[in-house]
Nanobody
């Protein structure tokens, strides 16, 4: 199975940017649909973005379209999430996830088989 470790979170001001990383080991990220979810206190996991093995065009949640970009580097075996124009409501723990089905299935967390431990993004206003 694949192991996933997120990094790159931190405290930023509203309007700022971060680049989150999801480093995979054990298996190649090219064998999975890779996704980012986020979770705010007291809420369920929210779909953020996903990318298929081709990696050219991603899928995005409505709240982040135009601001966030998902990408993958198969050589480094890493998936990224570039987050721009951050808003206070973007503050959350961001999780990386992998789906063994190579076709993108959707935004529900139970589609995804493997998860990282999360990285905290905090946005000050």
């Amino acid at each position: 199975q694949v192991q996933l470790v997120e990094s790159g979170g931190g405290l930023v001001q509203a309007g700022g940017s971060l680049k989150l990383s999801c480093a995979a080991s054990g298996r190649a990220v090219s064998m999975y649909v890779m996704a980012w979810f986020r979770q705010r206190p007291g809420k369920e996991h929210e779909f953020v973005a996903a990318i298929t093995s081709g990696g050219v065009i991603g899928n995005y949640g409505d709240s982040v379209k135009g601001r966030f970009t998902i990408s993958r580097d198969n050589v480094k075996n890493t998936v990224y999430l570039q987050v721009n124009s951050l808003k206070p409501e973007d503050a959350a723990v961001y999780y990386c996830a992998a789906d063994r089905n190579l076709r993108f299935r959707g935004k529900y967390s139970w589609y995804y088989d493997y998860w990282g431990q999360g990285t905290q993004v905090t946005v000050s206003s």
